[in-house]
Structure formats: C-alpha cells, structure tokens
C-alpha cells in the first residue's frame, strides 16, 4: 500500500524558509510518476505549488517560482518542498501527491499525503 | 481567482442527480485532461475522475466525468448525505506549464 507521509515544522518565521519533507512507502519514487505539492490555505482552495519527476525534470507555480524548490531524494525515497521568504498568506495546509503515471494528466493526483499544517508568524 | 471557475455552491436532495461545471480555455481544459477531486471535511482531496472520464478503482459509477470544449462537468446520481464535500476540477495549462485548480463547489446534501 502506497502511503505519504509529511512532516516538518508547524511554525515559521515570516522572511525565513519553509521546508517540508514527503516519506513515500510502499513505492519506490522512481517508478516513472511525478510527485507534487499542493497547499491549501485555511477556508480556501487547493493551490499547486509544484511537481517533479524522479529523473529531476520539474515544474512550478509560476506565481512561486522564485521561491520554490522541490527535490527527489531516490536513496531515501522522499521528495522535499523548500519555500523562502514566507510570509502569513503561506500559511496553509502543506499536501504531497504522487500523479496516476506519466501517461496520465498531470493533475491527476491519486494518491495523498495526509497533509501538514503550517502557520507563519513572529 | 482561478482560472478554472466552478459554481461555488451547489445542493440537492438525497437520490437526486447533481452536475458541477468547471470551465477553462483551450490553454487548459480544451487541449488537456480534466481531473475531479473530493474533499470531505478535515481530509485531504480524493481523485474522483481522471483524464476527464475515467474512474480510479474504488470510486463507484454514480460519479461520471466529461469533457467539451473548454468546459467539464463532474455528474453525481443517486446522491447521498456522505456525498457533502468539496469538489474541485483539475487541469494543466499548456501556456503555464502549470497545474491549475477550480476555486471548488461545496455541494451540500439537504
């Protein structure tokens, strides 16, 4: 059973970096999908933030793009979300997804991570 | 606001059959495959339909999927309580390059 896990702090300083990790069990995370995160602000709707494929092609929200990074750790089998100079509209829910397969839409996000929490404050 | 608009709210009755729009343009919906997510209170997003009318294993016929033009619609018959969630449509955007998400329709069973 594939499973995602993520985890990382709850609270960040405003300016400071974000940064989450994404545990991915019962699959190996080279196994031809793209892995993404999505955010979801408190009340409001789902945001993708970015997706990557395990050989590093990746994209991004165009509207972060300057702030994000998403990376592969194949060795460890968990992908990594940094985002910088945060602010409080980047509180929101933190979620990471693995994509049907790379024949599908890349919106097709069928498996979830049961998502983190992250406020950003003083 | 999303590029991707869905009616933000939408109810019905139990056993009644429900529709939810989702319209784009061609940069997105009219040139790519659409996919529809539930999301039930307090849990993360479930893929409902995916390349806008193919169901995952385990997601029962009553929710149907399909696409026209550059709008795709998400059918729900045989409603039921359970169903009350949040449902948001999915698309990728060839001029972005970017993942693109409806604002979402918060359907509730009445």
């Known amino acids: 059973q594939v499973q995602l896990q993520e985890s990382g702090p709850g609270l960040v300083k405003p300016s400071e970096t974000l940064s989450l990790t994404c545990g991915v069990s019962g699959y190996p995370i080279s196994l031809g999908h793209y892995w993404g995160w999505i955010r979801q602000p408190p009340g409001k709707g789902l945001e993708w933030i970015g997706s990557i494929y395990y050989g590093g092609r990746s994209y991004y929200n165009p509207s972060l793009k300057s702030r994000v990074t998403i990376s592969v750790e194949t060795s460890k089998n968990q992908l990594s979300l940094e985002l910088s100079s945060v602010t409080a509209a980047d509180t929101a829910v933190y979620y990471c997804?693995?994509?049907?397969?790379?024949?599908?839409?890349?919106?097709?996000?069928?498996?979830w991570g049961q998502g983190t929490m992250v406020s950003v404050s003083a | 606001q999303s590029v991707l608009t869905q009616p933000p709210s939408v109810s019905a009755t139990p056993g009644q059959k429900l529709t939810i729009s989702c319209s784009g343009s061609s940069s997105n919906i009219g040139n790519n495959f659409v996919s529809w997510f539930q999301q039930l209170p307090g849990t993360a997003p479930k893929l409902l339909i995916y390349d806008n009318n193919k169901r995952p294993p385990g997601i029962p016929d009553r929710f149907s999927g399909s696409k026209s033009g550059t709008s795709a619609t998400l059918v729900i018959t045989g409603l039921q309580t359970g169903d009350e969630a949040d449902y948001y449509c999915g698309a990728w955007d060839s001029s972005l390059t970017a993942v693109l998400f409806g604002g979402g329709t918060k359907l509730t069973v009445l």
């Open positions: 997804a693995r994509t049907l397969g790379i024949a599908a839409g890349m919106e097709a996000f069928d498996i």
